[in-house]
């Protein structure tokens, strides 16, 4: 008899020698094309931008018509053939969807990268609607804007509602493998990064202030412009907005700056919360904010602002009603921001949370490294292909207990499923369903799920640099 790991060693094999389709896996509901139509082409591409007045050449996912990503509506399902027009192989990761195993995105874990001139086919149902985004997981593309926004539209959405979708980035002219060689050299003795990775003794939370930016970007950008040159959005006077706010920075953390509008925060990482109003709201990397805006009768231009964590540089868009001159934006606040806390978290509460359930298993997951050798691990181990999966069974509910000790935050990221946050710092609660958690250096967040989607996933920090130095580790079960 095999064993359950040699069926799906094998399978993996399968998929190496079948290096161009991700197909449909058990589970996946079966489509029409009759009722369907085609699948939706998205397009791995080299474009251009302009960035600080300069040209830079970045990644895209586009469609044939020019169209970033997908925005398509719940209950349709995922048809989508990528095409990769770039001179690398890549793999796309639909972030936040729960789609079978295989067609999750990424290289080694979920199905081989997609070849130069190669295409992948995908095909899953959407069962849950709100802001996604999809981008490589293949190297360090992700820091080159190959990514894109993933909307499926549902029941929350108001005919009269104005949307508006803001991609946050983190941009560098020096390539991304340079700025990886870069950390890695300069981590040993550089002053005031040493306390990045050291194993904490106990849980000192206080003196040592956090690392913060251990990347210095040139530019930040909002849908792919700089405070120099904002995109620059007409709303109606007194109408009503839905504002998207995708963090797809590499390695960037936000406060999200709303000025004189006031924002009603209705759902975090696409999942509904009992609204929450506020101007100003926390954007780790990776996460997104729906925020609705009831928009001033008055002519005036408004400014959606996103201030870099424990800095002063800042990018963003601009609302404009009634034809409103605009005034040139700076791109650094007046002072620099604190550090992002869990102030907010800890407020949130799931609009549909779990079923109250004693957790079937439980995963102390330490968030360790070594700043000296710019390595990042889990219970102290950085990832490589032949650490084992962490054991889960299909049914359980399973608790991941994340403690930070190291000195910088970790945005953690779970594939294939949501999970709610369930305690910060011992105290229970039932917080956001989401798919991706901040926790600060000292703390600790725990956060639940039910293994509903049998499979290898992935589970990382999204720092891009921090999971390829090996912040990563994956759960299996059948
Ligand atoms: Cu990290």
Redesign the pocket.
């Known amino acids: 008899m095999p064993t359950r790991r040699a069926v799906l060693a094998s399978a993996l094999a399968v998929a190496t020698v079948r290096p161009t389709i991700a197909r449909a896996q058990a589970g996946a509901a079966p489509s029409s094309t009759a009722t369907t139509g085609p699948a939706t082409v998205l397009q791995l591409q080299r474009r251009s931008i302009e960035v600080n007045r300069k040209p830079a050449s970045v990644y895209g996912i586009r469609q044939p018509d020019g169209t970033y990503g997908i925005t398509t509506e719940v209950g349709k399902p995922f048809r989508v053939r990528v095409e990769n027009k770039i001179d690398q192989p890549s793999l796309i990761h639909w972030h936040g969807l729960a789609p079978p195993w295989r067609q999750d995105g990424v290289p080694g874990i979920s199905g081989p990268p997609i070849l130069p001139g190669s295409t992948a086919d995908y095909d899953f149902p959407l069962r849950f609607g709100g802001t996604f985004w999809m981008h490589s997981h293949e190297g360090l593309q992700e820091q080159s804007l190959m990514l894109a926004p993933l909307i499926i539209h549902d029941g929350r959405d108001r005919a009269d509602q104005q949307q508006i979708v803001m991609m946050l980035n983190d941009f560098s002219f020096t390539p991304p493998e340079q700025i990886f060689e870069d950390l890695k050299k300069r981590s040993g003795g550089m002053p005031g990064m040493a306390s990045g990775g050291a194993p904490m003794a106990g849980m000192a939370r206080g003196p040592t202030p956090p690392d913060l930016n251990d990347v210095k970007y040139d530019a930040f950008l909002a849908n792919d412009r700089t405070l120099a040159d904002p995109e620059i959005v007409k709303v109606e006077p007194s109408g009503h907005v839905l504002l998207r706010v995708i963090n797809g920075s590499s390695m960037s953390n936000y406060h999200l700056d709303l000025g004189q509008l006031k924002g009603e925060l209705i759902a975090v990482d696409g999942v509904r919360i009992v609204p929450v109003m506020a101007r100003r709201f926390p954007i780790a990397t990776a996460q997104r904010l729906d925020i609705r805006l009831a928009m001033p009768g008055r002519a005036a231009a408004y400014p959606v602002l996103a201030v870099l964590e424990g800095e002063q540089k800042q990018t963003g868009i601009v609302l404009t009603v009634g034809g409103a001159a605009i005034a040139r934006i700076p791109d650094t606040a007046g002072t620099p921001s604190p550090a992002l806390t869990l102030d907010l978290e800890r407020r949130l509460r799931a609009a549909d949370p779990l079923k109250p359930r004693k957790p079937d298993r439980v995963h102390a997951i330490n968030l360790t490294g070594e700043m000296s050798r710019y390595i990042?691990s889990i219970n102290n181990v950085a990832w490589n292909k032949d650490v084992p999966p962490l054991p889960i069974a299909a049914g359980e509910r399973v608790e991941l207990v994340m403690i930070n000790r190291t000195g910088?935050p970790?945005p953690m990221h779970l594939h294939g499923h949501q999970f709610q946050v369930v305690e910060i710092d011992g105290k229970r609660f039932p917080g956001a369903v989401r798919d991706t958690v901040l926790v600060p250096p000292g703390r600790r967040v725990v956060v639940a799920f039910d293994a509903n989607n049998p499979g290898l996933w992935a589970f990382h920090?999204h720092?891009l640099y921090?999971l390829d130095a090996g912040?990563f580790t994956t759960f299996r079960y059948v």
């Open positions: 990042w910088m970790h920090c720092l921090h912040m």
